[in-house]
Nanobody, 124 residues
């Protein structure tokens, strides 16, 4: 059983920054590819970013490319999402997900384990 727990959400001003953290346990962290998704009210859950097991490869949605950065620290069993230049449209529940075998990184069904989400609210 793999547990995935997000943290770091909260309130931010437009143009501000937040850093989300995601801790995974129950399996060797280095065996898991990790991804970030978000879901805004009335919208489907969307892919944001993913990182390979070693951290050597990253993938980003066009909507966040250049603003968000995914990284991981396998020694801390933690993946991060640094979010800069936040916009009100970034307001959503942000989810961290994990998979042992990553095929297509932007497809939700590729991920086996999901956190409960953390709320990010960006004021206008």
């Amino acid at each position: 059983q793999v547990e995935v727990v997000e943290s770091g959400g909260g309130l931010a001003q437009a143009g501000g920054s937040l850093r989300l953290s995601c801790a995974a346990s129950g399996m060797t962290f280095g065996s898991l590819a990790m991804g970030w998704f978000r879901q805004a009210p009335g919208k489907e859950r969307e892919f944001l970013a993913s990182v390979s097991r070693s951290g050597g490869a990253t993938y980003y949605a066009d909507s966040v490319k250049g603003r968000f950065t995914i990284s991981r620290d396998n020694a801390k069993n933690t993946v991060y999402l640094q979010m800069n230049s936040l916009k009100p449209d970034d307001t959503a529940v942000y989810y961290c997900a994990a998979t042992r075998e990553l095929g297509t990184p932007y497809v939700l069904s590729q991920y086996n384990y999901w956190g409960q989400g953390t709320q990010v609210t960006v004021s206008s």
